[in-house]
């Protein structure tokens, strides 16, 4: 299950990497290793908060949230094109904007379009930059990291596994990127939904 989860959450992260990765856009080491450690960090707080919530909530809630979370977050996944398309819509945003993490606007911009992390179309991903794209990818990661702490994950192995996961993503899609052709695309978030989805029937049968 741990592997699951951590799998589910290190997919979009591939499949960020991959886009980069045709369009040419490098990502310095030190980028890698700075998005990998927000999207850890931030598995890593909700985990204490789903922990904390635990010793709050009968058992019987607890399950039933964990689903809700789970399974709520896998049907955004699962329709992910159709979600990104109406948060496009709503978030069109300035190119000259400043960079921020609590520009939240920015940050859903980037959970839609991942592409436009590179604001300065410099073809290579700021320490900065790296900072509000790896906020935009912990979105989902935050809240499965909740759901993953009710249903009683070990939340060490948990960080490690998204530790590592999470870094082999991104160069494993950023090479399958630069070697594979401009015009192939492809679109693997709903893998993640269909995981995140079987998991939350799973804590209710």
């Known amino acids: 299950?741990?592997?699951?989860?951590?799998?589910?959450?290190?997919?979009?992260?591939?499949?960020?990497a991959f886009a980069y990765g045709t369009?040419?856009?490098?990502?310095?080491?030190?980028?890698?290793?700075?998005?990998?450690?927000?999207?850890?960090?931030v598995i890593g707080i909700a985990l204490l908060l789903g922990t904390a919530l635990v010793h709050y909530l009968p058992e019987t809630l607890l399950i039933w949230v964990s689903f809700l979370i789970l399974f709520i977050i896998g049907l955004v996944k699962l329709f992910d094109s159709i979600t990104k398309s109406i948060?496009?819509?709503?978030?069109?945003?300035?190119?000259e904007i400043k960079l921020s993490v609590f520009n939240f606007k920015l940050v859903l911009h980037l959970y839609a379009d991942p592409e436009a992390a590179d604001a300065d179309t410099s073809k290579c991903i700021s320490a900065k930059e790296a900072v509000v794209l790896a906020t935009?990818?912990?979105?989902?990661?935050?809240?499965?990291?909740?759901?993953?702490?009710?249903?009683?994950?070990?939340?060490w192995a948990l960080v490690a596994l998204t530790l590592f996961s999470g870094f082999a993503a991104l160069l494993l899609?950023?090479?399958?990127?630069?070697?594979?052709?401009?015009?192939?695309?492809?679109?693997?978030?709903?893998?993640?939904?269909?995981?995140?989805?079987?998991?939350?029937?799973?804590?209710?049968?």
Do not use: H
């Not at 369009?23 to 960090?41: G, Q, R």
């Not at 948060?87 to 190119?95: A, L, V």
């Open 1 to 16: 299950m741990i592997l699951a989860i951590a799998v589910s959450i290190s997919i979009d992260a591939l499949a960020v």
């Open 23 to 41: 369009k040419k856009i490098k990502i310095p080491l030190l980028s890698l290793f700075i998005i990998t450690l927000v999207c850890t960090a």
């Open 87 to 95: 948060i496009r819509r709503y978030t069109q945003i300035n190119k």
């Open 136 to 155: 935009s990818l912990s979105l989902d990661g935050f809240a499965v990291g909740i759901g993953a702490a009710i249903i009683g994950v070990n939340g």
């Open 173 to 205: 899609g950023g090479w399958l990127g630069q070697t594979a052709a401009e015009k192939l695309r492809f679109n693997i978030s709903w893998l993640a939904g269909a995981i995140l989805i079987c998991l939350a029937i799973i804590q209710v049968l």
